[in-house]
């Protein structure tokens, strides 16, 4: 047997190790709950100069707020979202009302348009029927179906 | 509000490669291997064995079998989450030094009262390890979309049912072990079905709740501020709650029982967001609980013991009773691993391996292991959340909820707090079953995080269909 010091020493430090990997597991959740994404994990504080002057007034994410989807985030890059229940889309539908290719929602200069891809029951920007590309505000909700989504800062 | 911009800066730069999380899982896959290394040089040292080189051997070839994982999951699916891995890596590699543990335990007892040396357990769970980790890096390798999966639903069902009703139904030689007909034993090796039943009907679930989501949306009678369903679309919920209750039944197993009812309710609530089917579902299944406890002998003792263990410690009381001693005697800081004797729980190995972790561990080491599962958890329901797809999205709440669920009833179980299910817990018991179906179980949470985290498709947009293929589409009038 060892000696008691040294027992009771160990026990402590197996016990610390152990929760020093708890608190590294716990820091690498953390990390991730800032980037307030599924897609991205940013550190705080270490992103790109522009990323942070830019906070709260350019789109940097879109949510599904409503429907079957409701609480999905999609980071924005300078990509094109492709809305429909085609399964190359960004955003998977399956919903009845939806078409294959429902909707775009594209960047162009430094604002975010919504246009409609021919789809069978329409898309609309709040109340209003969306005809041609149309600049999409932050929050304003776009209703694909039974999907809302909103563009986020 | 109009996101005015009048800054020059126009163009946004290219995406910079979106960071994977693969270092930081290898870094904490090493952590998980100095730790458990760490635990089995002090269960050596505390049980009198000799300290020699070979135990850094056994730490490394274990870093190196999740090395292997980690770069299966590197190369095919290098997205995925890095938290769930290491979480998985380091409570198996626990859950094998106490085996290893209460292996020395026995060896010892035998030697003082006599007995020929019982055959070692370690070697066992070892090649089970080894079995679960291949299976997992075939998960990955074979199911490069979550989403085909979706396509073999019925057949996943199918198989899933037969898996979990086979032993119930073959000879009690065959499938009975300590009163559960749960097995399926072929010369040495044993398998239980229902731990693999479990994934493929979560699977079939999934898949079925997509498909048909709008059957449990329908609206029917508005009670107490909650809509329920109508009577006749409560017919997939009243047959998973008779599967369920047969399980208890035939196969005398009340954890498979609640386990399977359970997942079946939460996928039902996840993919409806409707109160009313957990009140229905809950009601039911007390209902069914009040009769099996009028019915059936064996439901009636697990209670008995649950509501009072001392009443008959040396019968039926003696197994939680000793857990419990087992617990208080660990306390705060436990005595030290190796230091305590775990070996007096009947099943320490099994069933009651959260007492012997609890004695040796403590308070702070218990719940340390604790959090490491709540980890893994919130991981696969915050994959499920992020996923861009339904059937993805159920899959992952399934799954995540699949491992909580069990988690809950085991430790609930040996702590008195319900009745004793005889569940096991997830990659820490002894158990291949158990721990090659959680391996198939984590690959598949991997995949679906990994479709989560990757960064958006690249592909350009295939042209449309001509209107002469395009599927019918269902137009609402405007209202």
């Known amino acids: ?153 | 509000m109009a996101a005015v911009d009048d800054r020059p800066s126009a163009a946004p730069a290219a995406p910079a490669p979106l960071p994977t999380g693969r270092g930081i899982e290898l870094v904490l896959l090493a952590f998980a291997a100095v730790l458990v290394t760490g635990a089995l040089a002090l269960v050596e040292a505390n049980q009198e064995q000799q300290l020699t080189q070979a135990l850094l051997w056994v730490g490394l070839a274990y870093l190196a079998l999740f090395t292997v994982a980690h770069f299966a999951v590197r190369t095919f699916a290098p997205y995925a989450d890095p938290l769930i891995l290491p979480s998985v890596a380091l409570l198996n590699g626990l859950g094998l030094v106490m085996i290893h543990r209460l292996d020395l335990a026995e060896l010892a007892q035998a030697a003082a009262v006599g007995d020929p040396p019982p055959t070692e357990l370690i070697s066992r769970q070892v090649a089970w390890t080894a079995i679960g980790l291949a299976l997992f890096v075939a998960v990955l390798w074979l199911v490069r979309d979550h989403r085909k999966l979706s396509r073999y639903a019925f057949t996943a069902g199918l198989v899933g049912i037969v898996l979990l009703a086979l032993p119930g139904l073959l000879p009690s030689s065959i499938s009975e072990v300590n009163g559960a007909k749960l097995w399926i034993r072929i010369g040495p090796v044993g398998i239980q079905p229902g731990e693999f039943a479990k994934i493929l009907l979560i699977i079939f679930f999934a898949a079925f709740l997509v498909q048909k989501r709008e059957l449990f949306t329908t609206a029917g009678r508005r009670f107490l501020g909650m809509e329920f369903p109508r009577p006749r679309d409560l017919g997939p919920l009243l047959l998973a709650w008779g599967l369920s209750i047969g399980v208890l039944v035939i196969e005398r197993d009340l954890g498979s029982s609640l386990l399977f009812f359970g997942i079946v309710l939460v996928m039902l609530y996840v993919a409806t967001e409707r109160v009313s089917w957990l009140v229905i579902g809950l009601s039911i299944f007390v209902g069914g609980a009040l009769i099996a406890y009028q019915l059936f002998g064996h439901v009636r003792v697990r209670v008995q013991v649950w509501l009072d263990p001392f009443a008959d410690f040396n019968g039926t009381g003696f197994q939680i009773g000793q857990a419990l001693f087992g617990l208080g005697t660990g306390g705060v800081g436990g005595t030290g691993l190796g230091a305590g004797r775990p070996d007096l729980v009947p099943f320490a190995y099994s069933d009651f391996m959260l007492s012997s972790l609890g004695e040796e561990l403590g308070l702070i080491g218990l719940s340390a292991i604790l959090i490491v599962y709540l980890v893994m958890i919130t991981r696969g329901l915050r994959s499920a959340l992020a996923v861009r797809d339904s059937f993805g999205k159920l899959l992952a709440a399934g799954l995540a909820f699949a491992i909580a669920l069990q988690i809950f009833t085991v430790i609930g179980g040996a702590t008195k707090l319900i009745p004793l299910t005889g569940l096991t817990l997830p990659f820490l018991s002894y158990g291949g079953s158990s721990l090659v179906a959680n391996y198939a179980l984590v690959a598949l949470l991997l995949r679906i995080s990994n479709a989560a985290r990757a960064p958006l498709n690249r592909r350009p947009a295939a042209p449309l269909p001509p209107i002469a293929e395009a599927g019918t589409e269902l137009v609402e009038r405007p209202k």
């Open chain 1, 1 to 153: 047997m060892l000696p008691e010091l040294v027992l009771q020493l160990t026990r402590a430090g197996f016990l610390a190790l152990l929760w020093l990997f708890v608190l590294v597991a716990l820091r690498v959740v953390r990390s991730d709950l800032y980037a307030a994404s599924g897609l991205r994990a940013l550190v705080p504080g270490g992103g790109r100069a522009n990323a942070r002057t830019g906070r709260g007034r350019t789109p940097r994410q879109l949510i599904v707020t409503a429907g079957a989807l409701a609480g999905t985030r999609i980071t924005l890059d300078s990509r094109p979202i492709l809305i429909g229940r085609a399964d190359d889309s960004t955003l998977v539908l399956d919903d009845d009302y939806a078409s294959t290719r429902h909707a775009r929602i594209a960047q162009q200069g430094e604002e975010w348009y919504v246009e409609d891809l021919g789809s069978t029951n329409g898309t609309y920007l709040d109340r209003a029927k969306v005809t041609g590309p149309t600049r999409v505000p932050l929050g304003v909700p776009v209703r694909i179906g039974k999907t809302v989504i909103e563009l986020r800062s």
